[in-house]
């Protein structure tokens, strides 16, 4: 049973002490959960209902098939944003199309978690270093912070970008109304205010009810200020969303940007939390749980999510002991949407706006920015072009950008791996890295080069000049040329050429080439290559230590 269903490991046996912490904690995630449910949808143009969608069905999922007792999930700023650019480029006619394609994008992600997590591919969610995901991440917030200058101003942006927007207000000044302005601006300042308080109310809650009430006083709606509307007074039914109709590549291409970044971001958060409290994350486990929460969030009309940190963050303040504090906040967002969605229908568009405003500004990681300044400037310039991407080129080709930053930066780091000459030093057991060791020398008629890195197509030529250099500068006497491979992962068929090339070089030099302590997957490669067969095959030593005393005695003789 807890194999196949985790919420009886995380309950079974349950301590009745827990309760009280499980409640207080479900009630705070959902307090939390209110402003971003109502708030995040409409990054994406979406109805805000399908935000409380998308913060019940997939709590429930979670605690059903998650495998940890404390991480909550619900809608997530960079996934939303995310999700915006991807509904852009599907031909979608009215709004029930575009609900009905997040909803079909939060099963394909789903899908793709469950799938994931079959093949043990939790790895994959990992692929996003932790510069560019700030640098992604950071880049993202910008054009969240630009996408609220509607609801701030009151004024419809059609453009999209960081300049057009910009330029669009400019020029529509005239139409701005200044009660949005001014009332918005206030829930921001508010919100900025709690902030500094360290409020244990969070402060999100209390801009919609104080929105709300005054929206209900001054009746801001007869005024002209946009409010969200009246939310639907029943939950949604299971249903399989209808996108048949559109184009499979697109869905795909999205959703798998989609997954890259929810789930990277938020085993981020994941892996954060569980450092600080303690907890184990186990990625493909989590790729599981994941996929239960999207496709019960897919199937009830919601749209795709993710581990969040400001719920798991207050799960952890309350003391939440178990999954049912996900499945007492799930409850908890059901009653309110059942019995109080007219309470706040009259909650302005602009205080919406500020919420995702502060959200987005507390998303750009500057202290993270600046640590990876302090800690390694090539990745913090590869944070920069991460962050570029998505401001500059849409968050979709950001996306596509902060993977191939990711490759790039693999590839410097591999393109040329460090190597070393080592030697003995008299009187001491061992081998030295010669540029280290001041007295060390190498053995009587030997080179003993080391390779701190796989051998591949794109470092070959690179490796092969290395050995050439060492070579030139090998003393006199010298007779045999052995490769430390105890550091080579890999060796691909473009690597093998090329040693198969040195070996005839070396040996027109009069050189006889040896491999010591070469891993079993690089020699497979070297054996169907043809390395160990005929007069001159190579000869393979278990160890160094074992290669040097048997070609000294060969030397010797």
């Known amino acids: 049973m807890k194999r196949w269903l985790p919420i009886a490991d995380g309950l079974l046996p349950y301590r009745w002490e827990w309760l009280r912490f499980d409640i207080t904690a479900g009630l705070a995630i959902a307090a939390v959960a209110i402003p971003s449910a109502i708030a995040y949808p409409a990054i994406a143009g979406l109805p ?6 998308a913060s019940i069905l997939p709590l429930v999922g979670y605690a059903l098939f998650g495998p940890s007792r404390k991480l909550i999930v619900g809608p997530d700023a960079a996934t939303m944003t995310v999700l915006a650019a991807t509904l852009a480029t599907l031909p979608l006619d009215n709004p029930a199309d575009r609900v009905a394609a997040a909803a079909g994008l939060a099963l394909i992600v789903g899908a793709f978690c469950i799938l994931a997590s079959m093949l043990n591919l939790g ?10 995901l700030i640098g992604f991440i950071s880049g993202i917030s910008i054009s969240i912070l630009v996408g609220q200058i509607g609801r701030l101003t009151g004024v419809r942006i059609e453009s999209d970008g960081l300049v057009l927007p910009l330029l669009e207000i400019i020029r529509k000044a005239s139409q701005i109304h200044w009660l949005t302005v001014w009332f918005g601006a206030a829930m921001f300042a508010l919100l900025v205010v709690l902030a500094r308080l360290r409020s244990p109310i969070p402060g999100p809650l209390v801009v919609v009810v104080v929105a709300v009430l005054a929206s209900a006083v001054f009746d801001f709606e007869d005024r002209g200020m946009k409010v969200i509307g009246s939310l639907p007074g029943a939950l949604p039914t299971m249903v399989l ?3 048949a109709h559109l184009p499979i590549r697109e869905l795909l291409l999205g959703a798998a940007a989609i997954w890259l970044v929810g789930v990277s971001s938020g085993l981020v958060a994941a892996r954060s939390f569980g450092a600080k409290d303690g907890f184990k994350v186990d990625a493909d486990r989590e790729l599981t749980g994941l996929g239960v929460a999207n496709i019960c969030s897919g199937l009830f009309s919601g749209f795709p999510v993710t581990i969040t940190d400001s719920r798991t963050a207050t799960n952890l303040a309350a003391g939440g002991r178990s999954q049912l504090s996900g499945l007492i906040s799930a409850a908890t967002l059901t009653v309110l949407l059942l019995y109080l969605n007219d309470v706040l229908r009259v909650l302005p568009n602009t205080a919406l706006g500020a919420i995702l405003a502060f959200a987005a500004l507390s998303l750009i990681d500057i202290s993270g920015l600046r640590e990876t300044w302090r800690i390694s400037r090539m990745e913090f310039v590869f944070a920069l072009i991460s962050m570029w991407g998505a401001i500059s080129l849409g968050v979709l080709s950001g996306v596509v950008i902060a993977i191939a930053g990711t490759l790039l930066y693999v590839l410097l780091k591999e393109m040329r791996p460090r190597d070393a000459l080592l030697g003995r030093v008299e009187g001491r057991p061992g081998f030295y890295k010669m540029h280290r060791t001041e007295n060390a020398a190498p053995p009587p008629g030997m080179v003993l080069f080391m390779i701190q890195g796989s051998i ?5 030529d690179y490796i092969r000049s290395r050995l050439e250099s060492v070579t030139k500068e090998a003393p006199p006497g010298t007779f045999w040329f052995v490769l430390d491979a105890g550091a080579v992962a890999q060796i691909d068929t473009t690597a093998a050429a090329m040693l ?8 027109a030099m009069g050189l006889t080439f040896a491999i010591a302590e070469l891993h079993r997957e690089p020699r497979e490669i070297l054996e169907r290559a043809g390395f160990f067969e005929g007069a001159s095959a190579t000869m393979v030593f278990e160890d160094l230590e074992d290669a040097v005393r048997t070609l000294g005695e060969r030397s010797s003789r």
């Open 48 to 53: 805000a209902e399908v935000g409380f969608y």
């Open 123 to 132: 790895v994959v969610a990992s692929f996003l270093s932790r510069p560019i």
């Open 241 to 243: 969303p209808k996108i």
């Open 456 to 460: 591949l197509f794109f470092n070959a």
């Open 500 to 507: 198969l090339q040195w070996r005839s070089d070396l040996a």
